[in-house]
């Protein structure tokens, strides 16, 4: 129902940073709620902070988001478009708001893309947060929407892998997302029973991974092996691809899963493989969890945005939707504690 004697607004949409499943289900949500209880009026931003930065934009309305539920990517397109790296950026995305007559900003996005909302609300721009990222690393929410689903698509992988991995008597590394948090890594190796899980949080000890391997062929059983891609041996360095930076700073990680198979396949004799997961973790439908908590968190994002509480950043808190400063989502990386893993480490080897 419509609500009456409300002024209103012409919002901007925009989805930053990789992609994840859920994103559409969060605009979906938005708008959905946006129209038919406030009547808000929403233009799509193109392809992350580029699309206000360049005024690139596309019509949002009902019709455009019938369907998209159960949609993996994102019908705006994403970039890693860092504003603040781009002469007079500030002042350009604020003139196309205003030639675009846009009001306010639904921001979705992890770190950098929330890092950026949190600067333009300093600098004046009203904005709201909405978190996504497969990574689960944002601070001051449990969960991250898209995360459920990388985790279901990397265990079904490790599932598949156990009855190849026992045929041919080999091990099989599994190199999983993440960047610098091992959350991928954890969940879908315990769900996934794997022989070793190695994160980022923990430097690794590839003598002593080599020893799991050989304990877990003595059982009969072929070993497989979850590595996070930010995961590091002792004392040794990252093992990347490729040395460039994007515009927020990252490295591309990947290859450690390369890299340990060898060593373990030259440590013990058997035959290791690696398999490598990338981005099919961030691809296609999202799981139920990831859609009710993306179209929970799009509906609180939108009631923010109407009562215009701007600079905030809206969160899952154990089972609630709450709203918290967006300052608080990027203040620090949440990786994984300590004590989750040693849960884990009572499986490996075994
Ligand atoms: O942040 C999500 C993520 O998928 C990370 O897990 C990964 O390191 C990175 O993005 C890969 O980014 P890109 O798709 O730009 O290579």
Redesign the pocket.
């Known amino acids: 129902m419509l609500q009456e004697d409300e002024q209103i607004m012409r919002i901007g949409v925009l989805t930053g940073?990789?992609d994840?499943p859920g994103l559409n289900a969060v605009i979906r949500a938005v708008v959905r709620k946006g129209v038919a209880t406030y009547g808000h009026e929403f233009v799509g931003f193109r392809d992350g902070w580029k699309g206000p930065l360049e005024g690139l934009s596309k019509p949002l309305g009902i019709a455009e988001v019938r369907g998209i539920l159960p949609r993996g990517g994102t019908i705006l397109g994403s970039s890693?478009t860092n504003p603040f790296k781009i002469e007079n950026g500030v002042e350009r995305i604020k003139e196309n708001l205003a030639a675009q007559g846009v009001d306010a900003l639904i921001a979705i996005g992890?770190e950098d893309t929330l890092g950026v909302a949190t600067k333009l609300h300093e600098l004046g721009v009203n904005v709201i947060g909405v978190p996504k990222?497969?990574?689960n690393d944002l601070g001051a929410t449990d969960y991250t929407f898209g995360f459920d689903t990388a985790v279901n698509i990397a265990m079904e992988a490790i599932d598949r892998l156990h009855t190849t991995a026992e045929s041919h008597h080999r091990t099989l590394v599994v190199e999983v997302?993440?960047?610098h948090a091992g959350w991928i890594a954890l969940h879908a190796g315990l769900a996934g029973g794997a022989n070793v899980i190695l994160l980022p949080e923990r430097q690794f000890d590839v003598e002593q991974v080599a020893g799991y391997v050989e304990k877990r062929f003595q059982h009969q059983y072929a070993p497989i092996v979850v590595v996070a891609?930010g995961a590091q041996p002792l004392d040794g360095q990252m093992v990347l691809h490729n040395q460039e930076l994007?515009s927020f700073g990252h490295v591309?990680?990947g290859g450690i899963g390369q890299w340990l198979a060898e060593q373990l396949e030259a440590k013990t004799g058997k035959e290791a493989r690696t398999v490598v997961l990338g981005?099919i973790?961030?691809g296609g439908t999202p799981t139920a969890f990831d859609r009710v908590l993306a179209t929970r968190l799009g509906l609180q994002a939108i009631d923010a945005a109407h009562e215009g509480d701007w600079g905030k950043m809206v969160a899952m808190q154990s089972t609630d939707i709450v709203r918290v400063p967006l300052a608080d989502a990027t203040a620090e990386l949440k990786t994984v504690p300590i004590e989750r893993y040693e849960e884990a480490e009572v499986f490996f080897g075994s």
């Open positions: 940073g990789g994840c890693r992890g990222t497969i990574d997302m993440g960047r891609e994007d591309r990680l981005h973790q961030r």
